[in-house]
């Protein structure tokens, strides 16, 4: 019996080490890719055009904010407790609305971000699954993305060719 399962557990061991010398691998580095991508660059444009059209509005709530926190304390001492106190509600309702603001154009960013990157990252994964299926790779691992490689051959990296497939030099 024993005879049989070391058998069995050389065998299996035989197949598989025959099975992984016939696997075709490969590694490419997507911020590499990504960066050289001109989509990415324009992409990153309109970004940044939408975030500062954000901060421009957060940045005059804040003048404002200050400039009536700075009237408050100036004339604080002359002011009747109820005018006090519609001042101070003021500066609050004003500093929540900045909240508010600036938690709303953080969701509105992240969502833009998702609305012009992903096409542009749809481009670049069909063409690394197109070049992989050309060069007849198993398997493709991203470096860029933590790919848990340690070592990996340069002459694997299709980075090269995926950016040929898109047409970047």
């Known amino acids: 019996m024993k005879k049989i399962v070391l058998f069995f557990a050389c065998a299996l061991l035989i197949g598989n080490t025959v099975f992984a010398q016939n696997l075709k ?6 911020n590499v890719l990504l960066t050289s991508m001109p ?3 324009k992409a990153d444009s309109d970004l940044a055009k939408y ?3 954000f901060q421009d509005q957060i940045d005059m709530m804040m003048k ?4 009536k ?3 408050y304390q100036a004339n604080e001492k002359t002011m009747s407790d109820a005018i006090k106190e519609v001042k101070m509600k003021e500066i609050q309702d004003l500093q929540n609305r900045i909240e508010s603001t600036q938690q709303s154009a953080q969701e509105k960013l992240q969502a833009k971000k998702q609305d012009i990157f992903s096409p542009i ?5 069909k063409a690394i699954k197109a070049v992989a299926k050309e060069k007849n790779y ?3 691992f991203d470096v860029a993305a933590g790919g848990a490689l340690v ?5 694997f990296d299709i980075t090269g060719l995926v950016k040929a497939k898109l047409g970047i030099k």
Not at 64 to 67: A, D, P, R, S, V
């Open 25 to 30: 691998l490969a590694y490419i580095n997507s």
């Open 39 to 41: 989509e990415k660059a």
């Open 51 to 53: 975030a500062k059209s």
């Open 64 to 67: 404002e904010y200050q400039t």
């Open 69 to 71: 926190g700075q009237q």
């Open 121 to 125: 990252l749809e481009k670049a994964d």
């Open 138 to 140: 198993d398997f493709v």
């Open 151 to 155: 070592f990996q051959k340069e002459e």
